[in-house]
């Protein structure tokens, strides 16, 4: 069984367009991660969640917004799609606590923005 | 803000020969992680430092956190061409928050 599962792997759209990338996790893990990973590789955190509670919100445009219903999925809507959203984004996911961060990155989400 | 740098950003060596990236951050860490990048994969946890001067091996892979908890590095011995990938450090800062700051990078390419 997949531990961090995302859905699509591969995602290619139009500017302008509004698209949702889903991520769960079945680890039992109360935090969870968005992170955005560029052309040059250099990966960065946009949003957590512990238990479904928003804990980290970095400098993101606000036409990117996370949802999580439940401790187990953490999904990212993304409106207005710009050239610049074109990356990798990752989920990830680990038990809660400060000193035990070990976090589990799903497969990657690429998202194509044309 | 925290920021973590890595160097070398690339690093090209011959099969067989050592491999050494550093790990500096703006600021002192409350513990410090690694991870590997394959090719096309995604990140994948190697180790967590906490104490200050800690020295950590995973075979050919040896971890240190510098005494003032604020630089790393990862040191690989005889590197083979399973090896290849992105290293990746990741800091958490002293305040003990969620967040982790991941380093830049450094890729390294072994030649066979």
């Known amino acids: 069984d997949t531990a961090v599962s995302q859905t699509p792997k591969y995602l290619v759209t139009q500017m302008g367009n509004d698209k949702s990338i889903k991520c769960e996790q079945n680890?039992?893990?109360?935090?969870m991660y968005w992170y955005k990973q560029d052309s040059k590789k250099f990966l960065k955190i946009m949003f957590s969640?512990?238990?479904?509670?928003?804990?980290i919100n970095e400098t993101v445009p606000n036409r990117f917004s996370p949802k999580s219903p439940d401790k187990a999925h953490l999904n990212l809507h993304i409106n207005s799609l710009e050239l610049g959203d074109s990356a990798v984004y990752f989920c990830?996911?680990?038990?809660?606590?400060?000193?035990?961060?070990?976090?589990?990155f799903g497969p990657g989400t690429r998202l194509t923005v044309l | 803000g925290q920021q973590v740098m890595q160097i070398p950003q690339y690093q090209h060596v011959q099969e067989g020969e050592d491999f050494t990236t550093y790990c500096n951050s703006s600021?002192?860490?409350?513990?410090i992680q690694w991870y590997k990048q394959r090719p096309g994969g995604h990140p994948v946890f190697l180790i967590q430092?906490?104490?200050?001067?800690e020295v950590k091996k995973q075979k050919r892979l040896t971890f240190q956190f510098g005494e003032a908890k604020k630089n790393s590095s990862l040191h690989i011995t005889a590197t083979q061409t399973t090896d290849v990938g992105t290293y990746f450090c990741?800091?958490?800062?002293?305040?003990?928050?969620?967040?982790?700051?991941f380093g830049t990078g450094t890729r390294l390419k072994v030649l066979a």
């Open positions: 990830a996911s680990s038990r809660q606590g400060a000193s035990t961060g070990t976090q589990y």
């Open positions: 990741a800091g958490q800062g002293a305040s003990g928050t969620y967040k982790y700051i």
């Open positions: 430092l906490v104490k200050s001067g």
């Open positions: 969640y512990n238990n479904k509670e928003l804990i």
């Open positions: 680890l039992g893990h109360d935090t």
């Open positions: 600021t002192t860490l409350s513990n």
